[in-house]
């Protein structure tokens, strides 16, 4: 998968897919119909260990270990990240908690929205949430057997009896936070600590390309890391430049490629001669850029590390 940096956190980068640019509110419609789609059922805890990721929660109803879905919250946050209106990549809290971070990002505002464009949540604290999307309600239950079939996440298609509800207490999203466009492309995160120092490596913004297994958890994977342009070799650390501009790659064939290390001297620490190394580059005119350099294996018994055993990246 290949996408742009948009959220690094520890061992987590999160991409954004490329995609066509459309509105907030058309973003998050999309996103509820394929949640909708998607037929979850309901599992308490999960969709909360990243926002968008359905898992298999915690004890509670629905929970059995294995099988991946969502509650109440961890569904709206599920919609929410795909517009842009909860950080993706991050945990979900509860549903007041929920409410206390978007009130102090300045995104959501007393009452129930009344404009044509509106998204609404419809919380009561400690106890269930859920939200309308232009006059359309989405959650995982509302007390009047909406949802899908399995009691999960979907779009509700009984009206919604309890957002009339005096106890639940309504919040609607500013304009400010739904005007614009953005692309509609899929934020995914990917845990890369298998990759080794790889992420130190990377940048907001980067264009990467990511391979990946899906655990049973919901988890990504990453296997390996590479930008999403450049050709590909793989030898032995033969030369290194006085100076640290470059380094030379000497194949399993005996061909040798030197590369410029010109833009990132730091990346010296991490090669030295006789190293085993995956070097990612581009050409331009006759120079040789490294993009992203990864050591293998250092020429020691038994130390093989693998693809993102160390390496470094090169910042643009």
């Known amino acids: 998968m290949a ?9 987590l980068v999160t991409l954004h897919t490329p995609g066509r640019r459309t509105g907030v509110v ?3 419609s999309r996103a509820a119909t394929k949640i909708t789609h998607q037929d979850y059922p309901y599992v308490y805890g999960g ?12 004890p509670g109803p629905g929970y059995n270990g294995h ?7 961890g569904s709206v946050a599920a919609v929410l990240v795909a517009g842009g209106l909860w950080p993706a990549g991050t945990g979900v809290p509860n549903d007041a908690w929920m409410i206390r971070q978007l009130r102090d ?3 959501i505002v007393p009452g129930a929205g009344r404009s044509p464009v509106e998204v609404t949540l419809y919380d009561d604290p400690g106890s269930h949430i859920f939200m309308s999307v232009d006059g359309r309600f989405f959650g995982t239950s509302d007390g009047g057997g909406g949802g899908d079939k399995r009691g999960g996440a979907g779009w509700l298609n009984d009206g919604a009896p309890d957002a009339t509800a005096p106890w639940y207490r309504r919040w609607h999203f500013r304009m400010s936070a739904l005007r614009g466009s953005l692309g509609s492309g899929h934020d995914v995160t990917f845990d890369l600590s298998v990759l080794g120092t790889v992420t130190g ?6 264009q ?7 655990r049973q958890s919901g988890k990504f994977l990453a296997s390996s890391v590479q930008p999403p342009h450049g050709s590909t070799t793989i030898g032995t650390v033969s030369l290194i430049a006085i100076d640290g501009s470059t380094f030379t790659v000497q194949g399993s064939g005996g061909r040798s490629r030197t590369f410029s290390l010109a833009t990132d001297p730091a990346a010296l620490e991490l090669i030295s001669l006789g190293h085993q190394v995956r070097v990612v580059y581009t050409r331009h005119g006759s120079t040789l850029n490294a993009r992203l350099v990864t050591v ?8 093989r590390g693998g693809y993102g055993g160390r390496g470094w990246g090169q910042r643009h």
């Open 208 to 214: 990467l390309k990511v391979a990946y297994t899906e």
């Open 47 to 58: 969709g909360h260990s990243r926002a968008g990721v359905a898992s298999v929660g915690m």
């Open 105 to 107: 990002s300045h995104l």
């Open 3 to 11: 996408g742009r940096v948009t959220t690094l956190s520890g061992t």
């Open 67 to 73: 099988r991946r879905g969502y509650d109440c919250s």
């Open 26 to 28: 058309d973003t998050l």
């Open 201 to 206: 490596q990377l940048h907001v913004g980067q």
């Open 296 to 303: 293998t294996s250092t020429g020691r018994p038994g130390d």
